[in-house]
């Protein structure tokens, strides 16, 4: 069967995090759990004689977008009535950004492979629009919420630049880490703040021209968008080799059902008869040179990765986090390791449960803390795990929970301990054939054993070297 090469471009629509609509003063609500229709107006709900009032606060934050890709901006841009019909949109059309949009032609770094392969992709166009009515389908029903008609939208238009779905998922995640990171947007994609399209036609050379594309809407996850990308390829190319035509359309994808649908063909930019916006003026730009910090996602990858020696999974906890990367660095500038800060909250921390906000307000002192008792105390690891657990569940301060698990107590009589490891020896005699044949790693094994039968009350290093010297003098 023969293999095609895949062609990918997204549109990434992302929900400015401003406090006002774009174009009236309705709250632009960030919570999703508040009833219908509660903050609208004329304006947004476009009722005869509202007329648009662009936000600043948008446009200021198109512009930090700007800063952080050094993409080029346009210092002329303008807005465009996208005219076509939806229960969503009353109005029949949407303000846009089509002929002039706000930003143009950049390039964004992000890596593949486990961060080990850096890529670039090309990117078209970023454009500041509206947002529609959310259509809401239930007992035969469809209802309408204009609460997210007219929200800020800055949509983030590719090239056909990417050739596997790894490689799309990865790039969406570097926009979603840039924008949240520098306050743009919240861009949850379960909430809908950050959808995706996914534009997607196969071919079979790199020389031939592209071929028919079909549009996937509204992708919300980015499992589901790598499943969205491999199941439409192969519909694609089941189409092709039973000698059909692949349908310029736009899909929606049934992810329970691993199965897209036509919703609509699709449309060319002619169908929508693009005119400009007759009650918008042209925005003009005044830059001024912005000293602030800015926080670039790949670049912090890479010093993880090069520095620190950081793992997939240490850095995709950081990164997806404001608050505990901050904490971390905070952390490194204190003088611990960075590989074992990172360690205890990718591991137990995640694992815990306690949220960012909970864990730097009321533990981020009892994790210092616990730090320098590390520092201090030469435990084993599950020792180590035990007071991290017990401190988080008790809020007693490490070197409590030491001093209840007998952990400082160091010292035991050392007949007492030889007849634990001699005991330990006799019931694993398979285990200590095989360390006795060179495989050395066993040696924690007995370890482990002898630390649990001693009630963690000697110290790893005297028995480590106790179980070495009783497993020569036994050959």
């Known amino acids: 069967m023969p293999t095609y090469l895949t062609t990918i471009g997204l549109e990434i629509h992302l929900k400015l995090k401003t406090a006002c609509k774009i174009f009236c003063r309705c709250q632009n ?3 999703f759990d508040s009833p219908p229709n509660q903050h609208i107006c004329p304006v947004c709900t476009w009722q005869p004689g509202a007329l648009p009032l662009l936000n600043q606060e948008c446009v200021d934050k198109a512009v930090l977008f700007w800063r952080l890709i050094n993409a080029d901006i346009q210092p002329f841009s303008s807005f ?7 229960p969503d949109l009353p109005m029949g059309f949407q303000i846009t950004q089509f002929y002039q949009p706000i930003i143009q032609w950049w390039t964004v770094n992000y890596r593949i492979k486990w961060f080990e392969e850096e890529k670039k992709a090309e990117i078209h166009e970023a454009h500041l629009e509206n947002d529609t009515a959310k259509m809401i389908h239930e007992n035969w029903q469809t209802l309408l919420d204009f609460d997210r008609a007219g929200t800020p939208l800055i949509e983030i238009v590719s090239e056909p630049t990417f050739s596997s779905a790894q490689e799309a998922v990865e790039y969406a995640k570097e926009i979603q880490r840039l924008v949240r990171r520098n306050d743009i947007s919240d861009a ?37 968008m790598k499943r969205a990308i491999e199941t439409e390829y192969l519909r694609q190319k089941e189409i092709i080799e039973s000698w059909w035509e692949v349908q310029q359309e736009t899909r929606r994808r049934d992810d329970m059902k691993w199965e897209s649908f036509m919703m609509r063909s699709k449309a060319d930019a002619v169908d929508y008869r693009y005119f400009p916006e007759p009650d918008m003026p042209i925005l003009q730009l005044h830059l001024d040179e ?22 997939k999974e240490y850095i995709n906890t950081l990164l997806n986090d404001k608050q505990l990367f901050d904490f971390f660095f905070e952390m490194v500038k204190k003088g611990f390791e960075p590989k074992n800060v990172a360690k205890w909250i990718a591991g137990p921390l995640m694992k815990s449960g306690i949220s960012s906000e909970e864990f730097l307000r009321e533990y ?11 520092k201090k105390w030469n435990l084993m690891d599950n020792q180590l795990k035990i007071v991290f657990d017990e401190t988080l569940e008790t809020k007693l301060s490490p070197a ?9 107590v160091l010292a035991m009589d050392e007949d ?30 007995f370890l482990g054993q002898v630390m649990r039968k001693s009630g963690w009350k000697v110290s790893p290093q005297v028995a480590q070297w106790l179980i070495k010297s009783t497993l020569v003098q036994n050959q």
Request: hydrophobic share 35%.
């Open 29 to 31: 609500e960030q919570n």
């Open 80 to 86: 465009d009535r996208k005219n076509y019909f939806y």
């Open 188 to 224: 949850d994609m379960e909430k809908g703040q950050m959808r995706i399209d996914v534009n997607l036609s196969i071919r079979k050379n790199e020389s031939d021209p592209l071929w028919i594309r079909t549009e996937m809407k509204n992708i919300n996850t980015f499992n589901a």
């Open 290 to 311: 912005d000293q602030s910090d800015l926080f670039i996602p790949s670049s912090y990858i890479q010093k993880c990765k090069q520095e620190f020696g950081f793992s």
């Open 364 to 374: 981020s002192q009892l994790f210092i803390s616990f730090l320098e008792e590390e």
């Open 400 to 408: 409590e929970i030491i001093k209840i698990k007998w952990f400082d």
């Open 416 to 445: 007492a301990l030889k007849a634990i490891i001699q005991e330990v020896i006799s019931d694993n005699p398979v285990q200590v054939e095989q360390y006795r044949t060179g495989k050395e790693t066993l040696l924690a094994f």
